[in-house]
């Protein structure tokens, strides 16, 4: 129902647009726009849940908020000090724009944000809920993050050969968001791993695009080569390299101490 209704919107934007950008911007925004009411619709026909978007975790109360804050800024400053300590090492240097530099982090916030959101909703939103119908816990959070890290690489099959170092990588990332689900607020009396909220997930997935947008938009990164593509990520992306799985197996570990009641 959601391609059907995309894309007679879609394929005139796709023809038609002049600035790729702008183009994948808006088709994408519409495609979210459409997911968001359609998904309303699925909640009171198909599994009789009249406030869905708040059963996925998607609540404006002050637990999540607070969540969603300490996320942004833990992803952010976790990534940078990543960035940071391979400087320190001198595995890489960093040139900031300094003119744009304000500018970038504006712009790299609401990205991140948008981001953080959509993939949020409908990966630990929409699908994980779905998957918890009809499956554990366990099976549940892994197929998510799966199918999550499958997501990334619907490309050409020389680039997905390319680029194949990061899928572990983006599969704990998923488990982490999973997880993040499930950690409660210390001024939170009680949450459950269903009806968990989103705000920690949007805020540590907005706050790792918000740091990379930070350091690859906002200046030059150059490697030193003192140490090979596979420690420092490939392509300059940090889930392609070991140091990037160490920085979040760490995050992984302190997230799954936080939530609670997990059972694998």
């Given amino acids: ?24 911007i808006i088709t994408l925004l519409l495609l979210y726009v459409e997911f968001i009411v359609l998904v309303r619709f699925w909640g009171k026909w ?25 996320g942004l800024s833990w992803g952010c400053l976790s990534l940078l ?17 300094v003119t744009q530099f304000p500018q970038v982090i504006l712009e790299g916030l609401a990205i991140a944000l948008g981001i953080g959101f959509a993939e949020e909703l409908f990966f630990r939103g929409w699908l994980l809920d779905e998957l918890q119908r009809d499956y554990s816990y366990g099976i549940a959070a892994w197929v998510c993050s799966i199918i999550y890290a499958i997501a990334h690489f619907i490309k050409p099959l020389a680039e997905i050969l390319r680029t ?6 983006l ?3 998923g488990l982490i968001f999973v997880w993040a689900k499930s950690v409660i607020s210390p001024r939170s009396k009680k949450t459950t791993i269903t009806q968990g909220n989103l705000g920690l997930p949007i ?7 918000w740091g990379y947008y ?8 150059q490697y030193s080569g003192r140490v090979p593509d596979w420690v420092v990520g490939i392509d300059q992306n940090p889930l392609a390299g070991l140091m990037g799985l160490v920085f979040l197996s760490a995050i ?12 694998f």
């Fill in 81 to 97: 000090s990543l960035f940071a300590l391979e400087a320190q090492l001198g595995w890489l240097a960093w040139y900031p724009d």
């Fill in 46 to 70: 198909i599994d009789h849940q009249p406030k869905l978007l708040q059963h996925y975790g998607l609540r404006l109360n002050p637990e999540n908020t607070w969540l969603l804050i300490a």
């Fill in 164 to 169: 194949w170092p990061q899928f572990p990588g």
């Fill in 252 to 263: 992984a570990t302190i997230i799954r101490k936080l939530a609670i009641a997990i059972k």
């Fill in 203 to 209: 805020g540590l997935h907005s706050g790792l695009v």
């Fill in 1 to 24: 129902m959601l391609l059907g209704l995309w894309l007679p919107l879609a394929v005139p934007i796709y023809l038609f647009g002049d600035d790729p950008n702008t183009v994948n």
């Fill in 214 to 221: 930070i350091i690859s938009v906002g200046g030059k990164i």
């Fill in 171 to 173: 599969i704990l990332l």
